[in-house]
């Protein structure tokens, strides 16, 4: 009898426990969600618990959440998938990709609303596993890579021409050890005419499961656009530097060279990879205006891009809306499709369960200038801002301390102002020094 009460005190306690709890630990409320995976295009609120999307639906509870954040007037989309980067910094190798010109990818994510980002070849087998112990283990951004079919990565010419260190058993090998981090095979500024480096990284990819990602390297007749993506590749690689216009993306007639939309017809993918030399408004503009619009948004982020034409993702972003792209097109391109692309279906969508990776974006007005890889700019009236990322549930980049108090309303000595289930922001010392280690 004892027993059957005390189970029953218990059951009670436990249920008004859970009770108390919030159902939510973070809720967006009022702004104008865009999630192309589920049609949705219209003013919502979305609600996180536990580092996934918990709901997406008109007027959610406040009352049910331990923190509201109001992002009326603001755009809400999942966090921004970027399948084009260069992150294996910290080698100190000078000139290479694997070294002084790739980034860290902290500094240059959260702060323009990317959660999600791929590196485009700068390791290969070889190398791969000092890259993923030296920043993308250490990386709070989600890092995936493209392993490059060069066993030596991305380190300049003398290791990208040499056609000896491209195997694809080990390449394959690799990425199928590390089958969901490794998401493709990279094959890149090969400056020879022979098709070696594609037909390794293809029997790799094959072996592997996963999509081939072709730089093309050096233009040469023996090996010619069209026959890249409408004979060597398959249906889920992916032609990046697609408006590059260094491999005859034009004809000579100032139309898509054909073998492109053949290729768009085959299911081969076309990436943006708009990088410090990869992006030319000759080609860009004529292309849209033929209805050729890229499959994926990319940025090719590395030191040469960073401060030139490219800038950021919202930079690249911005210029397909000065194109007269609408803004949920930039949005499908920049979130779901890469999601895809990369055989990540989970991300790239603000579905119940998905990891709770948001955007809110802000459209400025008024008059904005944009620049191609040569310095030539096109004019635009449009232009987008990251007010707030939230990555795996948790608030990491807050522009303008949307979800902080104001700091008249705290005592007088304060020190934190987050909370554990929802903020990644807050030092959890409130900011102070932290202790030295022992």
């Known amino acids: 009898m004892r027993s059957t009460r005390f189970a029953a005190l218990m059951l009670l306690c436990l249920t ?3 009770s108390s709890q919030p159902r939510y630990d973070l809720l967006l409320q009022g702004g104008h969600v865009i999630d192309p995976k589920n049609g949705i295009s219209a003013v919502r609120d979305v609600a996180i618990k536990d580092g996934a999307i918990a709901a997406v639906g008109q007027r959610l509870a406040a009352a049910d959440a331990l923190k509201v954040v109001d992002v009326s007037g603001l755009y809400v989309t999942p966090g921004l998938v970027d399948i084009h980067v260069h992150v294996f910094a910290g080698t100190g190798e000078r000139a290479s990709y694997a070294g002084d010109s790739s980034l860290y990818p902290d500094g240059y994510t959260f702060r323009v609303g990317v959660t999600t980002v791929a590196d485009a070849g700068c390791s290969g087998w070889r190398n791969f596993e000092a890259f993923k112990e030296h920043v993308i283990d250490r990386s709070k ?13 991305m380190r300049g010419g003398k290791f990208e021409n040499d056609l000896a260190d491209m ?26 005419p022979e098709w070696t480096p594609v037909e390794h990284a293809v029997e790799a990819g094959t072996a592997a499961g996963i999509p081939v990602m072709v730089d093309f390297g050096n233009d040469h007749p023996e090996r010619p656009l069209a026959d890249l993506v409408t004979k060597k590749l ?16 034009l004809d000579d007639t100032g139309h898509v060279n054909p073998g492109m939309i053949e290729g768009r017809k085959r299911g081969v993918i076309f990436d943006v990879g708009h990088g410090g030399g990869s992006f030319a408004w ?3 503009m004529p292309a ?13 982020l590395h030191i ?19 194109m007269g792209m609408s803004l949920d097109d930039v949005i499908v391109r920049s979130t779901w499709n890469p999601a895809k692309e990369i055989h990540h279906e989970e991300l790239g969508n603000l579905s119940v369960g998905s990891p709770a990776d948001v955007s809110v974006l802000r459209v400025e007005t008024g008059k904005f200038g944009f620049t191609d890889m040569y310095g030539a700019r096109l ?51 409130g900011g102070g020094r932290a202790p030295a280690k022992k």
């Open 379 to 429: 004019a635009g009236t449009q232009r987008l801002a990251c007010e707030l990322t939230v990555h795996n549930g948790k608030v990491v980049y807050d522009l303008n301390g949307i979800t902080r108090p104001d700091w008249t309303t705290l005592p007088a000595n304060y020190r934190e102002t987050g909370n554990a289930a929802w903020d990644a922001v807050t030092p959890a010392n």
């Open 282 to 284: 000759r080609i860009a």
């Open 304 to 322: 040469g891009s960073m401060n030139s034409g490219m800038k950021d993702m919202l930079n690249v972003m911005d210029k397909f809306l000065a």
């Open 16 to 18: 008004r426990f859970a």
């Open 167 to 192: 195997e694809a058993a080990p390449a394959a090998e690799m990425a199928k050890k590390y089958k969901g981090l490794i998401v493709g095979i990279k094959t890149a500024h090969y400056t020879g």
């Open 234 to 249: 398959r249906p889920g690689d992916i032609y990046t530097h697609c408006y590059s216009g260094l491999r005859h993306e």
């Open 141 to 153: 951004t989600r890092v995936l890579v493209f392993l490059n079919i060069v066993g030596n990565g």
């Open 288 to 300: 849209m205006q033929q209805k050729f619009f890229p499959d994926s948004i990319s940025t090719d």
